[in-house]
């Protein structure tokens, strides 16, 4: 039943390692989006995808590879984690491109680079 | 500037008041108007949607726009305990293809 969903809820990883997250999304929404949020709440988009192709890319370091297979599917791959990356990453769709219906959010991935 | 400033508190108040949180904005741009409620280990929910200057209610809560001082409020009447949480404004466009910008969030205790 869950609307949109991440993979892992919880990940714990060293710096320099490689790791990913999955997102997936059953509201037949067309555009799904990554979120960070840090540890004082602030969400800060990273990117936006509509049906499969890239709309949004803000100022990510080049480290953060979105992919998405299909429009139901967003995922994120990290290279080279760093302190820094440690946030709740959170991956959100809406119907559309525009923000006129507001966002269904997942839970967040939480994640910690020791 | 930023573009959405929100108080962060935290703001704690006694169960059955009234709560007042706000935001105010910088680009006269934006049309849509959302708060989201945060709690504890989750993601954020949509709690209130609205696109026009005036007050629009829900139960006990109440959303207010002032476009005009570029200000956005939301109200919260006899507050429950199982309001505590974080409450984020976000406001939004539609010249195509937009994003969401968030407030940093207003932690929210309820204390019975």
């Known amino acids: 039943d869950t609307a949109v969903s991440q993979t892992p809820k919880y990940l714990v990883t060293q710096m320099g390692n490689d790791k990913s997250i999955k997102c997936e999304q059953n509201l037949g929404h067309d555009t799904m989006y990554w979120y960070k949020q840090d540890s004082k709440k602030f969400l800060k988009i990273m990117f936006s995808y509509n049906n499969k192709e890239l709309i949004i890319n803000e100022t990510v370091p080049n480290r953060f590879s979105p992919k998405s297979p299909d429009k139901a599917h967003l995922n994120l791959h990290i290279n080279s984690l760093e302190l820094g990356d440690s946030a709740v990453y959170f991956c959100?769709?809406?119907?559309?491109?525009?923000?006129?219906?507001?966002?269904?959010f997942g839970s967040g991935t939480r994640l910690t680079v020791v | 500037q930023k573009e959405v400033e929100q108080d962060p508190g935290p703001l704690s108040v006694p169960e059955g008041a009234i709560v007042s949180l706000n935001c105010t904005y910088s680009?006269?741009?934006?049309?849509?108007f959302m708060w989201y409620r945060q709690y504890s280990r989750k993601g954020p929910e949509l709690l209130m949607y609205?696109?026009?200057?005036g007050n629009k209610e829900d139960g006990r809560f109440t959303a207010q726009v002032d476009k005009s001082s570029k200000y956005i409020s939301l109200f919260i009447r006899d507050s429950q305990p199982s309001d505590s949480a974080t409450y984020l404004c976000a406001i939004g466009a539609n010249f195509g293809n937009e994003k969401l910008t968030f407030g940093t969030g207003t932690r929210l205790t309820i204390i019975p």
């Open positions: 959100a769709s809406s119907q559309g491109s525009n923000t006129i219906y507001g966002y269904t």
């Open positions: 680009n006269s741009a934006f049309q849509y």
């Open positions: 609205t696109y026009s200057s």
